[in-house]
């Protein structure tokens, strides 16, 4: 949509600056921890059908799609493997879990009571917050054994965490994602990600949401986050479709396509049934994100939105 | 259902006795977490969806129901205030953060890379993982002010987390619960519960479960366990909807009608305008485990299910 186009729009609507005024968001009592109110929560569940439908045109070159949801928690040993905590151990949450007996519970019970750190008999469990939607996906197909010649295509959805409080709603710490997952042949693995820019241009369109896809790099950790953020950008690995939400304010990262090339499957000993080299490749949707894009550029009324973004939505009650 | 019924419905299907054989449930690295395929997932909306409709029926003595979702992490302070660590220190889930430098990063990330203990820099941050879907609605409530004469009736759905490993699915560690919260005088809440209790056996019965509802107990951790859950049953401040699921064990509980008298209220201070007592009690059900007693009882082929369950489901795809 052009500027011209968006201007209109604006004048016509009356925008949602911020979710949490309206009642969209329940606050909480922690930074960047949100509940959702039915109409948000419609709203999500909408642009969640919405979307998948859009994973599912037709593509000759796809095996069809299979489905998972995952819960918001994993197997910390299968995210040893993968190495988040190599790169982003500031975003990474921890299930720790008490560990002691009835004598350490009832003395630290008391310092509870009293309002000091009743924690210290927490250890660190077997479980981790999951970081992205698509991580359960690989250990799990990694399970089957070898990958079949046409590769694999996944759907998955699940709540997400990343320990970065912020005062924007667009930055929660606990959010839910959608994501498409191809692994496969370098190949098969590049023209997922051409075919998912081009969806997105689609969908961002199809919403009449001003947008702008852009290369990126992940939010690395340390001094190396440099040079592994220029690679990334150089490599073209990473493509985010932005949209500005927050007033005066850098535009938000939406949707993003990353390709990982040989990372995950060779962190987890993913291997081709021909022998020849496994890559992977994901697209993902920040659903609350969208949401709030939508209320910041459409209003509070959904009913009043463009015909081309309710159209895309389907019918959102 | 009586036992002949059972039978019969036993000599016409194939049970699902194992949801992980059958390809529902995902297996991952650790103990009580699976992902869900797309059939599971399917039957878990279509469950939450007509759960919530048997919510909706007209109730002339409540508020219209608020309907909240909450991510899977809560406010540790909250859960503090309501006093969680006392009762059940066993079950919780601390998320910790990673507060070192980049100094220590490099030092943890090589002891990472040789397999050894890297989260000695993890400390627990300001969440938990949310252990039942009603507790952060309570706080939210609390926040507007005196509670109003109707009171507060509120649907709300989560992610939940119980530390109890094990290796059945019908012991999750993180599932999806479905909960009905009402918030008010003690005699608009005993109204409350009686309704739930009957509800319960209206929605059990049309799915044609067999079921038994009996009182029960919290799992309270320690030596005053033995008291408090006594206490409970006396009072009968919990009755728990039972439906048999694993061959040969003790039938599952699939949904918990719960009284909390003034336990909420008092810990985080919600007052009545009138200045009378508040009190509480909630419905919840566990979404994985009736869809695991569905399949049980019913077989894999949603479409050769009894004609009363499928119209209580209505459309599952």
Known sequence: MDRTGVASVLARRVRVSDPREAGFLIRSGAQGIYGAGDRLSRLIACLKSALAQSGDQDQSSEPDKEVFNFPPVMARADLERIGYFRNFPHLLGLVSCFCGDEHTHRRLSKIHDEGGDWTEAHQPSDLVLTPAACYPVYPA????????????????????????????PTRLRSFEMLEFVRIGSPE??????????????????????????????????????????????????????????????????????????????????????????????????????????????????????PASTRAFLGDCG
């Not at 990694?142 to 320990?163: D, I, K, L, M, N």
């Not at 990473?238 to 949209?243: A, C, D, H, I």
């Not at 697209?283 to 009324?301: E, M, Q, T």
Request: proline share 7%; net charge negative; glycine share 8%.
């Open 141 to 168: 197909l990694a399970a089957r054994g070898p990958v079949p010649p046409e590769g694999y295509t996944a759907q998955v959805c699940s709540f997400c965490f990343r320990h970065e409080p912020s005062p924007q």
């Open 188 to 305: 098969q693995v590049l023209a997922f990600r051409q075919d998912w820019l081009s969806r997105g241009r689609d969908i961002f369109e199809k919403l009449q949401l001003p947008f702008e896809a852009a290369p990126a790099n992940d939010p690395f950790f340390g001094r190396a986050a440099a040079i592994m953020q220029r690679g990334q950008k150089e490599q073209e690995l990473k493509t985010e479709f932005l949209v500005p939400i927050n007033e005066g304010e850098e535009p938000t990262a939406c949707m993003s396509v990353n390709v990982h090339r040989d990372h995950f499957a060779t962190a987890l000993d993913i291997r081709h049934g021909n022998g020849g080299a496994v890559h992977s490749a994901c697209a993902g949707f920040g659903l609350a994100r969208i949401a709030f894009a939508l209320l910041r550029w459409h209003g509070a009324s959904m009913l009043d939105w």
